[in-house]
């Protein structure tokens, strides 16, 4: 106690020297990079949110420029059409436009399902049945298949 009473102020600047260092090794410790995280959370979330808009945008045009794709197939043909899906597939970077026509010449009947990309008018898949009997392209199953994993992605 002795000791205490002779060096009272000595132990009151370690103490004030102490809490001194422990706050700065808090500040460096544990606030820096809480705030860090949370500049980064909000720089992937602005990121995410950026990117979702621009993916938005992005099936906006495709739908637009699937309307007009089929549009001008009905002007320039004589055929129905029916069952149109479009889908912007990100990995493509393109515009995907599935649909169906059906077609009856000469007493034949003609279905054909196609997956097109849009912006470039070029066939992805094509399963086309005549009078009942597969007739061009892939079977139904593939067809499919690639159609499901086309439009999922």
């Given at each position: 106690m002795n000791w205490l009473k002779e060096n009272w102020f000595k132990f009151i600047i370690a103490i004030g020297v102490l809490i001194v260092a422990l706050s700065v090794a808090y500040y460096f410790i544990m606030f820096i990079p809480k705030r860090n995280d949370q500049i980064r959370a909000q720089e992937q979330s602005k990121t995410t949110q950026e990117y979702n808009q621009r993916i938005l945008l992005q099936e906006q045009d495709c739908q637009k420029a699937s309307y007009k794709f089929l549009g001008e197939i009905k002007e320039t043909s004589q055929f129905y059409i029916s069952a149109n899906?479009?889908?912007?597939?990100?990995?493509?970077?393109?515009?995907?436009?599935?649909?169906?026509?059906?077609?009856?010449?000469?007493?034949?009947?003609?279905?054909?399902?196609?997956?097109?990309?849009?912006?470039?008018?070029?066939?992805?898949?094509?399963?086309?049945?005549?009078?009942?009997?597969?007739?061009?392209?892939?079977?139904?199953?593939?067809?499919?298949?690639?159609?499901?994993?086309?439009?999922?992605?």
């Open positions: 899906q479009n889908h912007f597939s990100i990995s493509k970077n393109t515009c995907l436009l599935y649909y169906v026509t059906v077609d009856e010449y000469l007493g034949e009947r003609i279905i054909e399902h196609k997956i097109v990309d849009v912006y470039t008018n070029k066939p992805i898949i094509l399963y086309s049945v005549k009078n009942g009997e597969h007739w061009l392209g892939v079977d139904f199953n593939e067809f499919d298949r690639q159609q499901r994993k086309l439009f999922e992605e």
